[in-house]
T-cell receptor, first 117, second 115 residues
């Protein structure tokens, strides 16, 4: 089945130690998103890639970076994790052409729960 | 900017009872509206969506929602709750940003189903 895959599902890192979260998709969608979801809160968009074009949300901290080496993969890098970065990180994708209704439909992966010690 | 408001952070129903989760939106343009469900330690699963056309939309697991422009609402309903429906439900509105789209979520409603 076509899907969005996130690895690992659970990640523990130390305060200040760089960490990378991975997302892959078999949907061949051209847009990939990263959301941060803190406990008991709604997901919040960090950034997204439209093909190779990177789009950062204005309030996303510089500590968060992303890479998309090809259509299928996208990575979230946290350069110096703080205790406040502990959260569920959700990857999502969408397809279709710009302006189409399909573009608005996002498919989510299972998430990576990040713990910072 | 578009936004959604979910009334009631926690809703409790008996098994077999009607489920009603409320969502109101604010948008200056015709909205694209979604309901997602999230089980513990899982990602978000799309329940249903409203884009254009029929205002009553049916989704998975017996859920449906009605888009009411006059009331700026998109409430989620299910005639008969099942224990497996216990989860967190998010209403969301989609907006264009960059080359993609930004989902703005409500604060979520935790649904509890009791025997």
């Amino acid at each position: 089945d076509a899907m969005v895959i996130q690895n690992p599902r659970y990640q523990v890192t130390q305060f200040g130690k760089p960490v990378t979260l991975s997302c892959s998709q078999t949907l061949n969608h051209n847009v990939m998103y990263w959301y941060q979801q803190k406990s008991s809160q709604a997901p919040k968009l960090l950034f997204h890639y439209y093909d190779k074009d990177f789009n950062n949300e204005a309030d996303t901290p510089d500590n968060f970076q992303s890479r998309r080496p090809n259509t299928s993969f996208c990575f979230l890098d946290i350069r110096s994790p703080g205790l406040g970065d502990a959260a569920m990180y959700l990857c999502a994708t969408s397809g279709g052409t710009s302006g189409s209704s399909i573009r608005h439909e996002q498919y989510f992966g299972p998430g990576t729960r990040l713990t910072v010690t | 900017a578009q936004s959604v408001t979910q009334l009631g952070s926690h809703v409790s129903v008996s098994e077999g009872a009607l489920v009603l989760l409320r969502c109101n939106y604010s948008s200056s343009v015709p909205p694209y509206l979604f309901w997602y469900v999230q089980y513990p330690n899982q990602g978000l699963q799309l329940l249903l969506k409203y884009t254009t056309g029929a205002t009553l939309v049916k989704g998975i697991n017996g859920f449906e929602a009605e888009f009411k422009k006059s009331e700026t609402s998109f409430h989620l309903t299910k005639p008969s709750a099942h224990m497996s429906d216990a989860a967190e439900y998010f209403c969301a509105v989609s907006d264009v940003t960059g080359g993609g789209n930004k989902l703005t979520f409500g604060t979520g409603t935790q649904l509890k189903v009791e025997l």
